[in-house]
């Protein structure tokens, strides 16, 4: 192991575009998750939606060994908690009362994007504890060197959890929906599992669109023109706008033109229409890769009952079973999702903070804070209006 550490070379990046496609998809490509692939986190930084003018400051890590790339780690540094979907601020509150400085911290995630699969990239030939090792050492080094408080990564694999907390990070899990397919030969398969009552509810949501004759297509690749693409920024706009201040309105315009070039690939577009008209009323955007689907973004034009479960929910779930996808992730929050079969299940972030008074009260309470959380989910789960055999 120490002979390793003398011979690997560690750079510290200021823009993912500093590392090339292939030597970081040489890591990324073999893992579930597609938001840690280059092309993605490129679009995040490129088009400015995540820039230090946002409080997003690139610091990703990288090992390297004889000239190849055996170890990455997608870092930024943050001066706000803005975009990470981990709602840290009681702990900024109580750093404050301490008089702790809380900001600036770093964070391991692909901003905007909460969902569960970060981990450092790790060459499949090489140890992973050893290189985990070294590079928590060289975070931790980095973060009480440049006085940062804390180092935190969120939305981490499970797997890769339980190795950072042999490294002596402290979890903390939070609430989240997947629906698994159980191997559904059809839409109607799902819709029998549920009780009489709700299997109707989503038949008359999904025939109260049909009768006003409003039609669904799924878009992949090639089907993806630039115009659905800039319509979806246009959709994506319209959404948040409806929130006003709880909006989430991270991604630029730009990130949408350039997803065409450089995403398509793994972006399904499922686009409703009025009859007669030729554009979109409404479309949801996810992105898929293996056995996994993701929700991100929807908008409509205007307001149709039903609309976004469609487009949200049954189309995407009905796309899964067709082309064989197991797991879908829909998104965050939302309880109206139980009735529709999504479980809920936990996520971890994973957290160690420099000051030994913040580190001591966060380990204090973290593991009743996730008990409480724990409970909550079986709880809800109780609540998903499923056949008791299943």
């Known amino acids: ?27 990324a490509l073999s893992l579930d998750t597609p938001f840690l692939e280059w092309e993605w986190i490129f679009l995040i930084e490129n088009s400015n939606s995540a820039s230090p003018e946002y409080g997003w400051v690139p610091k990703h890590l990288l090992l390297w060994l004889d ?12 001066y706000n908690s803005s975009g990470e979907f981990v709602f840290d601020h009681i702990w900024w509150e109580l750093a404050e009362k301490m008089g702790v400085s809380y900001y600036p911290k770093l964070i391991g995630m692909t901003p905007f994007t909460p ?30 060197k440049n006085g940062i408080s804390s180092c935190n990564f969120n939305f981490a694999d499970k797997e890769w959890k339980a190795l950072m907390e042999k490294q002596g990070l402290s979890a903390w899990s939070h609430q989240n929906f997947i629906w698994v397919n159980p191997g559904y030969s059809s839409f109607d398969g799902y819709l ?66 350039q997803l065409y ?19 979109p009323v409404g479309m949801s955007m996810l992105v898929y890769k293996g056995e996994w689907l993701f929700g991100r973004y929807w908008g409509c034009r205007k307001y ?41 299940v936990s996520n971890y972030s994973l957290h160690r903070f420099y000051d030994y008074r913040l580190s001591w009260i966060f380990n204090m309470y973290i593991d009743e804070i996730n008990r409480m959380e724990q409970e909550q989910n079986e709880y809800l789960n109780c609540e998903v209006p499923v056949k008791k055999n299943k």
């Open 115 to 144: 969902v569960s699969g970060y981990r450092f990239l790790i060459a499949p030939d090489m140890e992973e504890w050893v290189l985990t090792g070294i590079m928590t050492r060289e975070i931790d080094d980095f973060c009480e």
């Open 261 to 279: 070039d450089t995403y398509r690939h793994r972006t399904l577009l499922i686009a409703a229409y009025e009859p007669g008209d030729d554009v």
């Open 67 to 78: 000239k190849r790339l055996v170890g990455a780690a997608l870092l930024y540094l943050k």
């Open 192 to 257: 029998q599992d549920f009780k009489t009552n709700q299997r109707k509810n989503i038949k008359k949501e999904r025939n109260h669109l049909k009768n006003q004759g409003i039609t669904v297509s799924c878009l992949t690749a090639g089907d993806i023109s630039i115009d659905y693409v800039r319509l979806m920024y246009e959709f994506y706009h319209r959404t948040n706008e409806n929130y006003g201040p709880w909006a989430c309105k991270y991604l630029t315009r730009e990130f949408f033109e």
């Open 1 to 27: 192991m120490n002979d390793l550490s003398s011979r690997i070379q560690i750079e510290w990046l200021n823009a993912i575009s500093g590392v090339s496609k292939e030597d970081w998809n040489s890591l």
């Open 304 to 344: 149709i009952p039903y609309l976004h479960f469609e487009l949200c929910y049954y189309k995407p779930i009905e796309w899964s079973i067709s082309t064989g996808i197991k797991c879908y992730d829909p998104g965050m929050g939302g309880y109206h999702k139980l009735r529709r079969g999504f479980r809920v």
